[in-house]
């Protein structure tokens, strides 16, 4: 018998096929004491096997590439911290076997992490994985994981560890779906990334019997337990409309009445060019330049490193306009060389341009390499800050750039609520806006952008964060200034004839979302466009605001 279940769709298209289930955790290893005698061997033992875990996930990361290269990297800097290690060789000397010590080690920071604040939180799923990747290893059982099929299947999990969706293989996973997770997590990114239609924060996905037929509309987040031969038809249909539609839509983004919407792409570095020009991105609307940074958190890269970087992604979109984030570190993306190791709270506390201003140093390395990377090429470069609270925040960014002699638009991300409500006071220092919903969304409803219990509080259609959008927008209309949307929100096809809407100049996505977006902005005038963000915005929840755009655009 068919039935409906709902989760957050974060990842388009539509997948129909068997459930296989993910690896199950590795089990908690017993208790036992060992001789003094062997302590040393059991250190050995711990060790290599924190080595060989750590190069494991290098390895995957050099597979995968991007985005997903640079999380892999930060799960094996997770495994070789020193103290974690440290931890663990104490446990072994006063008698615990090495598998119990490094369960225990990991335990112990795992509650100090869940009780640092909500982005640290975050990793702890992360951090999961890393430990059951260990302990498998020291007891010598399968690691926990994809499973083996030789038949295309739908993936369920609890969560995906980074280390399993980024090398997942799309012809044999024909999409996912999790208990966990939203619409910001790293499952979800990576699901975009990939192109696999992805469900996440589904409460019950677990309880679905192996073997199950499932549909997953990664669109609307529906999932459909043994579909009826009419809805596999219906949805079958709609995926080859969508298909058609995506390959009749080529060229620069713009309504069907001609008016102009950038499509841009976010990438982590010069891996992510090839997709993005691909996919047909008309620039670079965020370069998350942390990635280069975190392949070594002991100190940062040297400004010879950070020009060859920057240069090659500059060269890729000659002509074209490509906007770098400057270092975003602190909370989640921790760097030992600039972020305070013992803040209560990292997620309010000193991140993104905050950390740049005590280490000015830092700023000005990168903002000197991106202006000798910049020399001679014709591309719109554009820098702009993350966490900007206020005019002094983004007088003291414009300063530091103007000092290092960079000749490009200086500009302010909005991702915390007070630069929307003072956008314009913000623009009498900066010469653009760019909006990261996903941190935007976290610190509006105080929601954990990792944490599946309140995914719909992250949901990026929530009317209070499209009110928020729209100041933000109106501001920099009224400077004669662009505003542009860098969050994930913009891979949304029909939020994002809304945020045109709302006066959006821009929208940058990964270039998995482009043709999806491409497309759908095609199909509606502008007019269309404000009339559905005026009708999402008056709604009162996020569900009533997606169906309210969706019945203008429709027609209903």
Request: glycine share 8%; proline share 6%; with cysteine.
């Amino acid at each position: 018998m068919e039935t409906t279940l709902r989760g957050v769709g974060v990842s388009h298209g539509v997948a129909i096929g068997e459930v296989r289930h993910m690896g199950t955790a590795v089990l908690e290893p017993p208790a036992k004491q060992i001789p003094a005698e062997e302590a040393e061997r059991e250190q050995g033992r711990a060790r290599q096997a924190v080595e060989a875990v750590a190069a494991d996930l290098n390895a995957r990361g050099n597979l995968a590439g991007g985005e997903a290269q640079a999380v892999l990297e930060a799960q094996a800097l997770m495994a070789q911290d020193p103290e974690l290690i440290a931890d663990v060789e104490r446990r072994i000397v006063v008698g615990s076997s090495a598998e119990r010590a490094v369960y225990d080690a990991f335990a112990s920071y795992r509650a100090l992490l869940a009780g640092a604040g909500e982005y640290l939180a975050g990793r702890v799923a992360d951090l999961d994985d890393v430990r059951n990747r260990i302990v498998a290893r020291l007891l010598g059982v399968p690691m926990p994981g994809v499973p083996d099929s030789d038949e295309p299947y739908v993936l369920i999990a609890r969560d995906l560890a980074p280390a399993d969706t980024a090398l997942l293989d799309p012809s044999l996973v024909l999409g996912f779906v999790t208990e966990e997770g939203g619409p910001t997590s790293h499952s979800a990114i990576l699901a975009r990334a990939l192109g696999v239609p992805a469900v996440v924060a589904l409460p019950g996905a677990g309880e679905i019997t192996e073997g199950t037929v499932v549909a997953v509309d990664g669109s609307t987040g529906e999932v459909f337990v043994d579909p009826s031969a009419e809805k596999r038809a219906v949805m079958e249909a709609a995926a080859a409309e969508r298909r058609a539609a995506l390959s009749a839509s080529t060229g620069p983004g713009a309504t069907s009445d001609g008016h102009k919407v950038p499509l841009l792409a976010n990438i982590g570095g010069p891996a992510d060019v090839p997709a993005a020009v691909e996919a047909g991105a008309e620039g670079v609307g965020l370069f998350r330049t942390e990635f280069l940074f975190l392949d070594d958190s002991a100190e940062a890269p040297s400004q010879e490193k950070q020009i060859v970087a920057y240069r090659q992604v500059l060269e890729a979109f000659p002509e074209g306009r490509v906007v770098v984030r400057v270092l975003d570190a602190g909370a989640d993306k921790p760097l030992a060389f600039l972020t305070p190791a013992d803040e209560p709270n990292p997620a309010l506390g000193v991140r993104g341009l905050r950390s740049l201003l005590e280490h000015p140093e830092v700023l000005r390395t990168q903002l000197t390499a991106l202006a000798k990377a910049a020399e001679g090429l014709p591309v719109y470069l554009e820098v702009m800050a993350p966490m900007v609270a206020d005019r002094v925040d983004a007088k003291a960014f414009a300063d530091a750039c103007r000092a290092a002699g960079l000749r490009a638009k200086f500009g302010a991300m909005v991702e915390i609520p007070s630069a929307a409500l003072r956008a314009r006071s913000i623009l009498q220092e900066v010469e653009f806006l760019s909006l990261g919903t996903n941190d935007l969304a976290q610190y509006t409803f105080a929601a954990d952008r990792q944490v599946g219990a309140v995914a719909r509080l992250q949901d990026p259609w929530q009317p209070a964060l499209l009110d928020l959008v729209a100041l933000s927008a109106e501001g920099a209309k009224a400077e004669g200034k662009s505003c542009g949307v860098c969050g994930e929100a913009a891979s949304d096809p029909l939020l994002a004839c809304v945020l045109t809407g709302l006066g959006v100049t821009s929208l940058s996505m990964g270039a998995a979302s482009i043709p999806y977006v491409r497309a759908a902005l095609a199909t509606y005038t502008l007019a269309q466009c404000e009339r559905a963000a005026s009708a999402a915005r008056a709604a009162d929840t996020a569900e009533d605001a997606r169906s309210a755009a969706r019945a203008v655009l429709s027609g209903e």
